[in-house]
């Protein structure tokens, strides 16, 4: 069974930075497709970013240019580098995995950025 731990959510400063890690386990990680969202209370779980399994990435626009996602298949690992923070950013933001036979997501890490 697929399980994913996502981690480094925290409180910073507006214009500060964090790196939120996921782990997964119990699958072949580089054959997933794996992705970053996030969920601001009172709002739609939205996509921040995605990661094939050959490494290309999308963004939302509204973290394009701050944002920055990357695999280490050999750590079975994402990260999502989040520069320049505005409170806007606030949110769970959760791992999710995919492949041809499930869809599977953490259970989320809260960032909470100031003004």
């Known amino acids: 069974q697929v399980q994913l731990v996502e981690s480094g959510g925290g409180l910073v400063p507006a214009g500060g930075s964090l790196r939120l890690s996921c782990t997964v386990s119990?699958?072949?990680?580089?054959?997933?497709?794996m992705g970053w969202y996030r969920q601001a209370p009172g709002k739609q779980r939205e996509l921040v970013a995605v990661?094939?399994?050959?490494?290309?990435?999308n963004y939302a626009d509204s973290v394009k240019g701050r944002f920055t996602m990357s695999r280490d298949n050999a750590k079975s690992t994402v990260y999502l580098q989040m520069n320049s923070l505005k409170p806007e950013d606030t949110a769970v933001y959760y791992c999710?995995?995919?492949?041809?036979?499930?869809?599977?997501w953490g259970q989320g890490t809260q960032v909470t950025v100031s003004s």
């Open positions: 119990g699958t072949i990680f580089s054959s997933n497709t």
């Open positions: 999710n995995a995919r492949n041809w036979k499930y869809d599977t």
């Open positions: 990661i094939t399994s050959i490494g290309s990435t």
